[in-house]
């Protein structure tokens, strides 16, 4: 069998999101959703979980690098409640720690010098990270 994952670097102005599948275990950059009045655009979404089908959800939980919480940890827990909640499908948090800054160095970009673009091609290759990272480090025995 071969199941689909979508990955999700929650954040609130900006949703980054890959996708990934089980034989190969190899994630992709998708889309970068912008969020309306800091909440997430749920039409963007939906039409994303339709065209994909996905086995399951994977989002990644922003800790501070001592693991203890962020700000938006709380927010990112609930959006993926959320998730969950809305679509019926198994929603797994990832730890995310550096997958911003990963995704930054790839790009070659330092933050000061980004354009909006550029920010949007961090986030959903953030969301790749994110996922990969599941991907490699997860026993995939989902039902």
């Known amino acids: ?11 609130t102005k900006r949703i980054g999101i890959a996708v990934g599948q089980e034989i190969t275990a190899t994630a992709r ?11 997430p655009d749920w039409d963007a979404i939906s039409k994303l979980i339709a065209e994909w089908q996905p086995a399951l959800l994977v989002v ?4 501070h690098m001592d693991g203890t ?10 959006f993926g409640n959320q998730l ?4 019926n499908l198994p929603v797994e948090m990832m730890d995310e720690r550096l ?7 790839l790009l070659e970009q ?3 010098r980004r354009n909006k673009k550029q920010n949007q091609a961090i986030d959903h290759l953030a969301a790749q990270l994110i996922l990969q ?3 490699d480090n997860t026993e995939r025995t989902i039902e």
């Open 99 to 105: 997958s911003s800054h990963e995704a930054e160095s």
């Open 84 to 87: 969950k909640g809305r679509y």
């Open 69 to 78: 919480e962020q700000p938006v940890t709380d927010a990112a827990r609930r």
């Open 29 to 39: 950059a998708l889309i970068t959703i912008n969020s309306k009045n800091q909440k």
């Open 133 to 135: 990272s599941w991907l």
């Open 60 to 63: 990644g939980l922003p800790l």
């Open 110 to 112: 330092g933050p000061s």
């Open 1 to 11: 069998m071969n199941r689909t994952f979508l990955g999700f670097d929650y954040g």
